[in-house]
């Protein structure tokens, strides 16, 4: 098979798996025998996002992330074909996992819930949820340069990443949904024809992680002389 057929493939499998874990463990906590709560929802997108990542960062880098992308390539570690083809691919997976939910949950479950579509809550402003998902993309970054792009990390996989994700949505899953990641917002919300706050979903997390990924590849990375 064709190298680029296989990093897109991998993109794709690797956000699908994401998406489905995190967002059906949200449609999963309406029913009797789901007590885990918040906890439950983190440790399960966590413990997904770290699978998937490992399981991908061999064949594409197990970015599954538009976010993690955009970092990439402002700092040139991907170039911008390869980096739009990513971002389609990640955009596909979530959204045939959002299929994917809306068909195995129940309809009224999946409706109310949006197929896991994650809202602001009501006391938190756009401009803030903005910049709520802005600070958990640059820790994500931070987590991917740190542990996965760093010749200095120990090889712990993409276990890193998803603990990282277990905290950022302990922290902001009750204000924003804690997406940390475009297509996460993305899939589910074409799904279910639920936009609204999109635009903090895409901005806020990009943001974060071009800024991450900039600090890290101009200050914090080791250099050949060093």
Known sequence: MHGMTRRLLA???GTFMLVFFSAG???STVFPKAGFGLLGIAVSAGLAMAIAVSATMGIS???????ITAGMLTV?????KTGALYILAQLAGATLAAVALRTLVPSGVSSVLMVGTPSIAP??????ALWIEAVLG???MSAVMGTIVSPDSP???GFGVGLTLVVCILFGGPMTGAAVNPARAFGPALVSGQWIGQVAYWIGP???AVVAALLWEKLLLPKATD
């Open 123 to 128: 006391t938190i402003t756009l401009v803030g």
């Open 155 to 157: 090889r712990i996989a």
């Open 61 to 67: 880098g197990g970015h599954l992330n538009p976010a």
């Open 25 to 27: 463990a949200l449609l």
């Open 138 to 140: 640059f820790f994500l």
């Open 76 to 80: 040139r570690r991907i170039d911008l």
């Open 11 to 13: 993109e794709l499998f």
């Open 206 to 208: 990009i943001l974060g």
